[in-house]
């Protein structure tokens, strides 16, 4: 099976910038989960959807950062007027909601770098 | 150990020996996945202990889970080079999947 896909790869941009994120999980998924990882540490949640609902963005910069999930399959997450402190990797993943405890599937991360 | 404001630890050791690696965590958890990410790579499960586990195995890999004390171990037997990675313990107090991960443990294993 096809695994979750993020792009682009890499992102770098001068603060202030905007960048897209776009993130398509594993078919018949119905949550999606949005990590951001700064380098040497671990995955911290941002943003997580149950079909096109945000379950849980409290985590999320409200202020310069979203995230959508329109259809409830493909994603995006965009950070508005970036800043050096985001620089980090941005980690998509995704499951079945009614499957707890079972892992999550991630794609291959975004690594951003805001100079 | 892995959690709270410890920073990201690391462990250097030659290929054949083991290695034990250590995850306390804060609050119920109903899961403990542990998972390896290698460089440029999101992070992959190479296992699971529930709540009403006390330890699991798979092939070289056996995790164990102490809820009394809140706290889980990971141990690697006869290591590979290819196991250097970092590894990471996540919990689950959700139900749902909703992953709190740990800081960490680089594992770099020589040849």
């Known amino acids: 099976e096809a695994g979750v896909t993020q792009s682009p790869r890499y992102a770098v941009l001068q603060e202030g910038q905007a960048v897209s994120f776009w993130c398509d999980p594993i078919s018949g998924h119905d949550t999606l989960y949005w990590y951001q990882q700064p380098r040497d540490q671990g995955p911290q949640l941002l943003v997580y959807?149950?079909?096109?609902?945000?379950?849980?963005n409290s985590q999320l910069p409200s202020d310069r950062f979203s995230a959508v999930r329109p259809k409830g399959t493909n994603s995006t997450l965009k950070i508005q007027s970036a800043k050096q402190g985001d620089t980090a990797t941005y980690l998509c993943?995704?499951?079945?909601?009614?499957?707890?405890?079972?892992?999550?599937?991630f794609g291959h991360g975004t690594k951003l770098s805001v100079l | 150990s892995q959690w709270g404001e410890e920073n990201l630890q690391a462990l250097s050791i030659q290929e054949g020996e083991d290695v034990t690696m250590n995850c306390s965590y804060k609050?119920?958890?109903?899961?403990v996945q542990w998972y390896r990410q290698k460089s440029g790579k999101g992070p992959a499960l190479i296992i699971l202990i529930r709540s009403n586990e006390r330890e699991k195995r798979s092939g070289r890999l056996r995790a164990t889970l102490d809820t009394s004390s809140q706290s889980s171990s990971l141990s690697i037997t006869g290591t590979l080079a290819t196991d250097t990675a970092v590894y990471f313990c996540?919990?689950?107090?959700?139900?749902?999947?909703?992953?709190?991960f740990g800081k960490g443990t680089v594992l770099l294993v020589s040849p």
């Open positions: 609050t119920y958890t109903t899961v």
């Open positions: 993943a995704s499951s079945f909601w009614d499957r707890g405890g079972e892992r999550l599937f």
């Open positions: 959807f149950r079909d096109e609902a945000v379950i849980d």
């Open positions: 996540a919990t689950d107090d959700s139900g749902y999947n909703k992953l709190t």
